[in-house]
């Protein structure tokens, strides 16, 4: 059974604290993606990555950077958390090329107080 | 632009009812179209997809939908919904090899 995992369920920290939310595929899938999820925004893609050592920004990276040092680990790095970061992340992997459909992980509830 | 819609934030059902779910989409190419569900408190898992071919789609849990091109649309539908089918479902569409747009999301709720 394919897999996505990410590292907390749920997680609380103090502003400016550096967060660090880690996600791990086991589908030797090229592609993985970082999104926050708000309510009535949908899906948001922060950065994505399609092979390791690169990067690619999505359409709202502002605030947050991201590393992908192994083909299965993607990790998503707040610099330094804001309350305005406070929300659900979702971590997606997917094949490379058109068509294939992204696998997601359960979620990582940030709370920034 | 490129852009999918649900228009339905929330839709309430009765349990044994028939459901659609609306999805419209705005990309210039074929698309590659999704949709998605959402339990509470959990990530997404794809209850089917539409590449080409057949119109008509089946996926699991008994969800099926339809691509209509005239109408850019991409509808799911359920004959008899469950009390276990509430959750968040969104639709989406694959535009190029790492792109995705993601409708805002529907939220069904099931009456007993």
């Known amino acids: 059974d394919v897999k996505v995992t990410q590292s907390s369920r749920y997680l609380v920290k103090r502003t400016g604290e550096k967060v660090f939310l880690e996600c791990v595929q086991d589908m030797d899938h090229e592609n993985m993606f970082w999104y926050r999820q708000d309510p009535g925004l949908g899906l948001r893609l922060i950065y994505f990555?399609?092979?390791?050592?690169?990067?690619e920004k999505g359409d709202i990276p502002e605030g947050y950077s991201v590393s992908r040092e192994k083909k299965e680990r993607f990790s998503l790095i707040l610099e330094s958390a804001s309350t305005n970061q406070t929300s659900m992340y979702l971590c997606?992997?997917?094949?490379?090329?058109?068509?294939?459909?992204?696998?997601f992980g359960p979620g990582t509830r940030l709370t920034v107080t | 632009a490129q852009s999918v819609t649900q228009p339905d934030i929330h839709i309430t059902v009765s349990e044994g009812a028939s459901l659609e779910l609306r999805c419209n989409y705005s990309y210039g190419a074929t698309p590659y179209l999704f949709w998605y569900v959402q339990s509470p408190g959990q990530g997404l898992q794809l209850l089917l997809k539409?590449?080409?071919?057949?119109?008509l789609v089946q996926g699991i849990k008994g969800f099926e939908a339809e691509f209509k091109r005239s109408q850019s649309s991409f509808n799911l539908r359920k004959p008899s919904v469950h009390w276990s089918d509430a959750a968040e479902y969104f639709c989406a569409v694959g535009a190029g090899t790492y792109k995705y747009i993601f409708g805002t999301g529907t939220r069904l709720k099931v009456l007993a």
């Open positions: 997606a992997s997917s094949r490379q090329g058109a068509g294939y459909e992204q696998y």
């Open positions: 990555s399609y092979d390791v050592k690169m990067k």
């Open positions: 539409y590449f080409s071919g057949d119109t």
